[in-house]
């Protein structure tokens, strides 16, 4: 038997590596939405520290356009402008402390301590340039907020600003394009868990059905046809260490015993129809199969011994046969001439005695029908004169059901006068009364009802009244009738039993005569028939023993 690994084991396999890959999956979703969501943060992060950065930058160039506005000008708007940003929307400060929030790097935090500064030595300077506009000394302040050291300044400040936003940018970019890299390398992770995924499962599909669900089918349909009994069907499946390998070689284990254990039992049975019962069964029988070899080995056993004792006593029987219809014969030729003489003797006397008793025997059979003819008319008449007193009685009945049906129709009369009364009364009391005239209608139909129904009752007992009337004529005219026949019926009893009376004296005469003879004749006929059938019994028994005992000599026995 081949090896082959377990169904069950490569089942486990399969579903442990699925289960993994399914798991390795979810990891990576659980880190692709944590990457993403901080990709997504990083670029809020980079867009909030570039408004910020912007804010900051605005806010220094803000202040920087307004003192020039107000040098140039003079107009108190721009001084108030500036001292409103200095003083109230401080967007330098705030864009600072927003991005120092969100998070910057040393270098970054050095290059805003450095424009801050910066700036803070151009305020005195600022505030310098605004007194002296407000002191009417506009030339000077124009000629400071335009002049090369101003603008020297602003340089600085404006390069700084742009180093920072460069850095700024390229420092979020960089997070922002590792974070994205990540997410791609993650999403690239998944994909291809979902391909192994996919991948395992197509694999398992293929697996359990070639490994699991063809050859269970195939197990399926081979029992089907181990049940119907057909041990014969192809079976291609080999046998193999698996679970479904073991089955498959137990299906092929079973259907070998079956074809081992009919193959013997068909051919001990064809040599027992061919006569043989020699045998003995060696084949060696499993489980629940071993009573059916022991019931076959009882059953030889059984028949050897009572066709043996079959055999023997057929032997004896056929000798005993011949010798009893030997001495049968003998002995019915005896009695067959013994018979014949007294036969004919007795012949004459039992014609006589025949002839008189038979006269003796009809004479009583003639009187006993008479008497019985007599019996059955006493018991006719009898029931006459009962069915004459039913019908009378039914006559009486049906008088009282017309007084009953009168009574029903006075009944519906008084019914009806009364639900006339509820009508009118009902009438009287007007609305009130509605639901009682209702009442009084519906008793008065019931009223009219049972007095249609009476009156048809009435009709049908005068009808059945009539038909009794004619009945008890009819039955007292039958019953009459009977009577007289009673009387002729009695008379002719008596007549034959005066027949009887001397049929049986002639008869006694004979019959103490024939008595004596038909002794004699019986004793002779009883031995003639008993040595008849002694030998037709002897000699058929004799060829009934020959049939016999060559009957079973065609059985071949055990010594």
């Known amino acids: 038997m081949k090896k082959a690994m377990n169904q069950s084991t490569l089942t486990t396999i399969l579903n442990v590596a699925s289960i993994c890959a399914l798991?390795?999956?979810?990891?990576?979703?659980?880190?692709?939405?944590?990457?993403?969501?901080?990709?997504d943060e990083s670029n809020q992060e980079r867009y909030e520290l570039t408004y910020n950065a912007n804010r900051f930058m605005n806010g220094s160039a803000y202040l920087t356009n307004e003192v020039r506005?107000?040098?140039?000008?003079?107009?108190?708007?721009?001084?108030?402008?500036?001292?409103?940003?200095?003083?109230?929307?401080?967007?330098?400060?705030?864009?600072?402390?927003?991005?120092?929030?969100?998070?910057?790097?040393?270098?970054?935090?050095?290059?805003?301590?450095?424009?801050?500064?910066?700036?803070?030595?151009?305020?005195?300077?600022?505030?310098?340039?605004?007194?002296?506009?407000?002191a009417g000394q506009r030339n000077l302040a124009v000629n400071y907020v335009y002049g090369d050291d101003y603008n020297n300044a602003l340089a600085k400040i404006t390069s700084l600003k742009e180093q920072f936003l460069e850095d700024l940018d390229a420092r979020a970019l960089r997070e922002v394009q590792s974070l994205e890299r990540r997410v791609l390398i993650v999403r690239?992770?998944?994909?291809?868990?979902?391909?192994?995924?996919?991948?395992?499962?197509?694999?398992?599909?293929?697996?359990?059905?070639?490994?699991?669900?063809?050859?269970?089918?195939?197990?399926?349909?081979?029992?089907?046809?181990?049940?119907?009994?057909?041990?014969?069907?192809?079976?291609?499946?080999?046998?193999?260490?698996?679970?479904?390998?073991?089955?498959?070689?137990?299906?092929?284990?079973?259907?070998?015993?079956?074809?081992?254990?009919?193959?013997?039992?068909?051919?001990?049975?064809?040599?027992?129809?061919?006569?043989?019962?020699?045998?003995?069964i060696t084949a060696t029988y499993r489980g629940e199969f071993l009573p059916i070899r022991n019931a076959m080995q009882q059953i030889l056993d059984s028949l050897n011994d009572a066709l043996y004792h079959i055999r023997q006593t057929a032997f004896q029987v056929s000798n005993e046969s011949q010798?009893?219809?030997?001495?049968?014969?003998?002995?019915?030729e005896g009695a067959v001439q013994q018979a014949s003489t007294v036969e004919e003797l007795s012949a004459g006397i039992q014609d006589i005695s025949g002839q008189v008793g038979q006269t003796s025997l009809?004479?009583?059979?003639a009187r006993q029908y008479t008497m019985s003819a007599s019996e059955q008319l006493q018991v006719c008449s009898s029931k006459m004169n009962a069915l004459t007193k039913a019908i009378s009685d039914i006559s009486e009945s049906s008088k009282q059901i017309s007084g009953i049906t009168k009574a029903i129709e006075d009944i519906s009369f008084q019914t009806n006068i009364l639900a006339l009364n509820a009508s009118v009364e009902a009438a009287r009391a007007g609305a009130a009364g509605k639901g009682f005239a209702v009442v009084a209608d519906e008793v008065q139909r019931l009223a009219s009802k049972s007095a249609e129904s009476a009156k048809s009752i009435t009709e049908l007992i005068d009808a059945s009244v009539e038909q009794v009337r004619y009945g008890t004529t009819l039955s007292e005219e039958t019953t009459q009738a009977l009577l007289e026949v009673v009387n002729s019926a009695q008379q002719s009893s008596e007549l034959v039993d005066q027949i009887a009376h001397s049929a049986q004296a002639q008869a006694l005469s004979l019959k103490q005569l024939t008595e004596g003879m038909e002794l004699i004749s019986?004793?002779?006929?009883?031995?003639?028939?008993?040595?008849?059938?002694?030998?037709?019994?002897?000699?058929?028994?004799?060829q009934?023993?020959?049939?016999?005992?060559?009957?079973?000599?065609?059985?071949?026995?055990?010594?």
């Open 69 to 134: 506005a107000f040098a140039a000008t003079g107009m108190q708007e721009h001084y108030d402008n500036y001292w409103n940003e200095v003083n109230t929307l401080k967007n330098r400060d705030q864009g600072v402390a927003a991005m120092q929030e969100i998070g910057i790097t040393d270098e970054e935090q050095s290059m805003i301590d450095q424009m801050s500064a910066l700036s803070n030595e151009l305020v005195p300077l600022e505030e310098q340039a605004m007194q002296q506009v407000q």
């Open 188 to 280: 690239v992770l998944m994909i291809l868990a979902l391909v192994v995924v996919g991948v395992l499962q197509v694999f398992s599909m293929r697996v359990i059905r070639r490994r699991i669900l063809r050859p269970v089918i195939a197990v399926k349909d081979q029992m089907g046809e181990i049940s119907q009994g057909n041990l014969s069907a192809e079976f291609r499946w080999e046998p193999d260490t698996s679970e479904l390998g073991m089955l498959v070689n137990s299906i092929h284990e079973t259907k070998r015993e079956l074809k081992t254990y009919i193959k013997d039992i068909d051919e001990k049975l064809a040599q027992m129809a061919q006569g043989n019962m020699d045998l003995n």
């Open 522 to 542: 019986n004793v002779v006929q009883t031995n003639a028939a008993t040595a008849e059938e002694s030998a037709s019994s002897a000699e058929e028994l004799r």
């Open 362 to 365: 009809d004479a009583a059979e």
């Open 323 to 332: 010798r009893m219809a030997a001495g049968a014969q003998t002995l019915s």
């Open 23 to 39: 798991v390795l999956l979810l990891i990576l979703l659980i880190i692709n939405t944590s990457a993403s969501s901080r990709l």
């Open 544 to 559: 009934q023993a020959e049939k016999l005992e060559a009957s079973v000599q065609r059985f071949q026995l055990r010594q």
